[in-house]
């Protein structure tokens, strides 16, 4: 691939790198305005047509991306100050935007609260046995307002962080008083979310089984907040995460489901029209179901790579892939850093890079099973090969079953996509057949049953994976230079392959030695449950006063130290809930 023909991609590679660049740099004040001063006058510069300007033109459009993308992300990480409220009791009315995973306490809201005259982004957690709220009202209850913690620990998850990434600075714990009162001021978007809400609550009335009902909501609706955890994790382990989740085979078999109805529909001269009211479609499918990024970003490809074809033009991959990147960060930069969005776009990357290569190394696709089968194949194994460095390097474990479970299970998908696409239309119209309600749920337990099979093999399924940044960009660099050995394997193409190899080993290796040397004494706090542990070289030990969280404590706290410390032998000891010193080489370390 020659980036000379990718002007789109090398452009918003450059607003990306500005995006970053502001991220880590934070400029505000006099050099802020500087780089404001400076892409006007780029922008002014590019008017005028001289021959100098000519040749230093494409310079000059990188630096006006990069400068826009500096700019863009100031903006979007500005937030409301209510720290005037923090751990108060206050009174509260709120609206909510989104549903959220219920937890063992509380369901979980994001939504707008008001504060006096002060309005602000939060997190509304409701007590578990209060009613569903909805859409249409105002909620007003006393609660108590909290931000987000910042973790004791770098190699814990920065919930803060995560929260403020989508404008959110602030909890609010309410209490089980709550008053209601019927909006005035519903947007046509709050009017879907409560349609979409009651299409949900038809879906629980049904007779279908409750892990039924669940995949159901999460695999065309979107919803995953009351999924169980066993389930969650099956699909985790077994690599098939994406086909729970809205992703862009959901929307191009939805597509492909309406188009295939106009066209038997509309007259062959109006077979254009097919296309644009396919497209209309499934805009508003997406709407409906929330503009998660994956869904963004596969409606914006499909739609850019459709006009392309209305057009007579030569549709183009990467032109799709770097203008729904560009639309989706233009809205709102912090999106580059939502995994989703890595993900979803590193995986397209990977299908566009590698996926025709290995293609070449099956036989001819001569009918629709053998095409379906190795495409399947192939794209699973490209998409895989591209994010496998951020897995690794976001959740610390991969399962080599997951690449035979997605050559097993996404040949199906498109069965089991239309499937559930059907049930929710005939269940949101208030059409229940329990003829058809019984086979799909018998499909889809059938369905879990060897998705759990796939998870359960533990003999293929690694955690605790260290990785840094430097491993992962050398991980990037193999699978870059991965596919010229598949085009050719010659000497040339091999020995630089195996190059990368060994300097991703010398890395690690490295890596590896230097976090070894170091011993570290901590002292951890989760809840209310206080964890003691000693690291030295390779292994380290945990004392914990309270075993009944012991599983929380090994997933939130063991094990996520044992991957950042590169630990490959951990004990877990207990101590008494009385003990309130630790002395350990002659240091005392309190633990109240």
Same mark, same amino acid.
């Given at each position: ?8 991609? =090398? ?34 510069? =590019? ?57 063992? !306490? ?21 007590? !578990? ?9 105002? +909620? ?50 709050? /009017? ?112 850019? +790579? ?62 629709? *099973? ?117 085009? /050719? ?38 809840? !209310? ?31 996520? +130290? ?28 309190? *633990?109240?």
């Amino acid at each position: 691939m020659k980036l000379q023909k990718q002007p789109l991609l =090398i452009l918003v590679i450059c607003f990306i790198l500005g995006i970053f660049f502001q991220e880590k740099m934070v400029l505000t004040g006099i050099a802020l305005y500087l780089v404001i001063v400076i892409c006007l006058i780029i922008l002014a510069a =590019i008017c005028f047509h001289s021959y100098f300007l000519h040749k230093i033109k494409a310079f000059l459009l990188g630096l006006l991306f990069f400068g826009t993308g500096i700019i863009l992300h100031f903006h979007n990480t500005f937030s409301a100050d209510v720290s005037s409220f923090v751990k108060k009791k206050e009174t509260v009315t709120f609206t909510i935007s989104q549903k959220l995973n219920t937890t063992e !306490k509380y369901k979980k809201y994001e939504g707008t609260a008001q504060v006096g005259n002060t309005t602000f982004n939060s997190i509304v957690y409701v007590p !578990k046995d209060i009613k569903e709220l909805d859409f249409l009202h105002y +909620y007003k209850a006393e609660a108590y307002i909290t931000q987000p913690k910042t973790p004791q620990y770098d190699f814990q998850f920065h919930y803060a962080r995560y929260l403020r990434r989508k404008h959110i600075n602030y909890q609010v714990y309410l209490s089980k008083e709550i008053v209601s009162a019927e909006r005035d001021d519903l947007t046509p978007a709050d /009017k879907l979310r409560q349609y979409r809400f009651l299409v949900l609550k038809n879906i629980d009335e049904t007779g279908i089984s409750g892990k039924t009902k669940e995949f159901l909501k999460g695999i065309i609706l979107a919803d995953r907040t009351e999924i169980d955890a066993d389930t969650v994790q099956d699909f985790n382990k077994s690599g098939l995460v994406h086909f729970l989740a809205i992703s862009g085979t959901h929307i191009v078999v939805i597509f492909g489901m309406f188009y295939f109805l106009l066209i038997r529909c509309i007259p062959l001269k109006f077979r254009k029209y097919a296309v644009v009211l396919s497209l209309v479609f499934i805009w508003l499918f997406a709407a409906f179901i929330g503009f998660g990024n994956s869904v963004l970003r596969s409606c914006i490809m499909l739609s850019v +790579y459709f006009i392309f074809v209305l057009l007579q033009r030569k549709p183009d991959l990467l032109h799709s892939l770097a203008l729904s990147a560009f639309f989706i960060l233009t809205g709102d930069t912090q999106q580059f850093f939502d995994v989703g969005f890595q993900l979803s776009f590193l995986a397209v990357l990977g299908i566009f890079w590698l996926n025709q290569p290995l293609l070449k190394y099956f036989p001819k696709q001569d009918n629709y *099973l053998k095409k379906l089968l190795f495409n399947t194949i192939t794209i699973s194994l490209s998409a895989q090969l591209a994010t496998l460095p951020l897995v690794l390097y976001y959740f610390h474990q991969f399962s080599f079953i997951s690449i035979v479970a997605n050559i097993v299970i996404v040949p199906f998908s498109e069965i089991i996509i239309v499937f559930s696409f059907l049930m929710t239309a005939l269940i949101s119209f208030g059409i229940d057949f329990e003829l058809i309600n019984g086979i799909y749920d018998f499909v889809i337990q059938i369905l879990l049953k060897i998705i759990h099979w796939f998870a359960e093999v533990d003999v293929l399924f690694f955690e605790n994976i260290p990785m840094n940044g430097l491993e992962v960009l050398s991980v990037f660099m193999i699978v870059y230079l991965l596919r010229s050995v598949i085009l /050719k394997f010659n000497v040339k193409n091999s020995s630089r392959l195996m190059m990368a190899v060994v300097v991703f080993l010398i890395i690690r290796t490295g890596s590896n030695v230097f976090e070894n040397q170091r011993e570290e004494v901590l002292i951890h706090t989760f809840n !209310k449950t206080n964890i003691f542990s000693i690291k030295r070289g390779d292994k380290a030990c945990f004392w914990i006063s309270d075993m009944e969280n012991k599983d929380k404590v090994l997933q939130f706290v063991v094990k996520p +130290y044992c991957s950042s410390r590169r630990i490959n032998h951990f004990e877990l000891k207990t101590f008494s809930d009385s003990v309130q010193k630790v002395v350990f080489r002659n240091e005392s370390y309190d *633990l109240r």
